[in-house]
C-alpha cells in the first residue's frame, strides 16, 4: 500500500534513509532473535461435534473447506469422543459423528494439515461412551488405541501427529493422579501397537483456573518421558495482551519445560487454545468476537506467544458451526450465513504467510509495537502490531536481494482489503530497495502483514 492519507501503511525504502547526517538504526532478525525453527503453525480449534446439528451440508462444507485451503491452514486441534464409535464392547466406525470426523480430516490430509487429535474425556455423561469408568479405566485407553489405530493405519489419516488425552483435565477430571495414570495407560497402548512412531503424545492441556501453573510443572516433572508436546490453553485479559505482558507469561512457562525436561530443549511449546477473557460467556462465546479491536488482540496475542518460544498457536475457534450456540468462531454458523468476522482477516494471514516448517524471530521491537519475523523457503513474512493511539514507521531490515517483492497486507479499522470471498487482498507489490531495506508504517491500532512468499 503507498502512502494515501488514511489508508497509508506501507512503503519500501533502501537500507540507509538517512535524516540529518544519521542513519536510521533497523531492526534486524538474526541468530540472537532466532525463537524456534521447525514452527508447526498458527490454526485454530476446528471440530465436527456441531457440524450435523448446524445442517452443514456437503455443498455447505465446500465453503468451509475452501476458506481453510485458502488459509493453507497449518496446523488443527480437533475434537473426538469416544462414544462416537465405541459402544460396550462394539465399534462401529460408520456413525454420523464419525462421518463427520471424516469429513474435516479429509480436508486436513489433503493439505498436509498437522492434526492435535483431543479426546474430550471420560469423566462426564456427555464426553465418554457407557461402560468406561474414568480416564484411569485401562478400558479407556484402550478404546483410544483402537481409534487412533483405526484411524491411522486404516483410513490412512497421517495428518494425525499428536494426540491429547481429555480436554482441560484440571476442569474434566481435578485428580492430577488419576490423570497422570490415564496418560501412562494411554502411552502404553500407543507404545504396543507401534503407534508411538507415528503420534506424539502433547499434554498437560490445561486451561487457567488458579492451577494452571501448577499442572503444568506436575506434568513437565513427573511425565516428561511420555509428553512430547508441552500445550497449556489461556484466554487472555486485554490489558495484558495490550501491555506486551502476555510474551513474559509464556516465556516463563515454556522456560520452566525447557529447564526440567532433560530433552525440553527440543520439544515444541504450544498454545492449545487462545482467545480473549474480556466479558467471555465461557464456555459459549466472546462479547468482543465481533467487533474489528478482537483482531488486533488475536494478532497481539499470537505475535507475543511465538516470539515466548510457542512452535504454534491454535485459536478458539475455526467457526461457530464446531459446538452449538458456541460464537467464538472466524465465521458464524450456518444459520446465521457463515458470515466472516472481522479477526478472520489477519489469522488467515498468519496462518497462510507464517507455514509450517518457517523460523521463527522476535527481533527488537519499539515500545508498543509487537514484531514477529519468520522465514521459511518460500520466503519471508514479518507481522507488526501496532497498540499505539498514533501511526509508527518501523524501519526494519531482511537478508534479501535488492529487488525482492514484497507485498503488504493492513488490518486497520478504514483500510482492511478483500476480494468478493472477503479474503484478504495486498495492498500492492513493492520492491525491497538496497540489502533489504524495509519502513513499514503501522496505523495506530492496526496489524501490518508483509511477505515476499507466494
Known sequence: MLRNGLTAALTLLGELVM??????????????????????GFGAEWDSRGYAEAGVTDEDFKTVAERVRWMRLP?????????WCYFDGRYDWDTEDMRM?????????????????????????????????????PLYAEVIGHYLDYLVNTKGYTCIRYFIMTNEPNWEVGDFGRWKQGL??????????????????????TSQDGKNEEWHRLAVDQLHEVIGVYDIHRYAQRDRVKSGGLEDYWRAHWDYAREHDPNGATKPCIVGEAGMNDDAKHPSGSG?????????????????????????????????????????????????????????????????????????????QPDGVRILAAQAEAGWTVCLVNRRDAAVEVPLGLPVAEGTVFRGYTYAEDAAKTDAQGFPLPDGELKASARGGLDVTVPAEAVVLVTSMP
Open 75 to 83: 496446523m488443527a486441534r480437533i475434537m473426538m469422543q469416544t462414544k
Open 184 to 205: 501412562l495407560h494411554v502411552a502404553g497402548v500407543l507404545k504396543a501397537r507401534g503407534l508411538d512412531k507415528h503420534i506424539t503424545i502433547a499434554g498437560s492441556d
Open 101 to 137: 470426523l471424516y469429513r474435516h480430516l479429509d480436508v486436513c490430509q489433503a493439505l498436509g494439515t498437522t492434526v492435535f487429535l483431543s479426546d474430550w474425556g471420560a469423566e462426564k455423561e456427555w464426553t465418554t461412551a457407557p461402560g468406561i469408568e474414568g480416564v484411569d479405566d
Open 19 to 40: 535524516t540529518g547526517h544519521a542513519a536510521k538504526a533497523r531492526t534486524w532478525p538474526d541468530e540472537a532473535s532466532r525463537v524456534w525453527e521447525g514452527f508447526i
Open 288 to 364: 468482543h468476537i465481533d467487533e474489528f479491536g478482537y483482531g488486533v488482540f488475536m494478532a497481539d496475542y499470537a505475535v507475543q506467544a511465538a516470539r515466548a518460544g510457542s512452535a504454534a498457536v491454535s485459536a478458539w475457534m475455526l467457526d461457530d458451526n464446531s459446538h452449538p450456540g458456541f460464537f467464538w468462531g472466524l465465521w458464524t454458523n450456518k444459520a446465521e450465513g457463515m458470515r466472516l468476522r472481522p479477526w478472520f482477516f489477519p489469522w488467515a494471514l498468519l496462518c497462510r504467510y507464517i507455514p509450517a516448517g518457517s523460523v521463527t524471530y522476535a527481533p527488537d
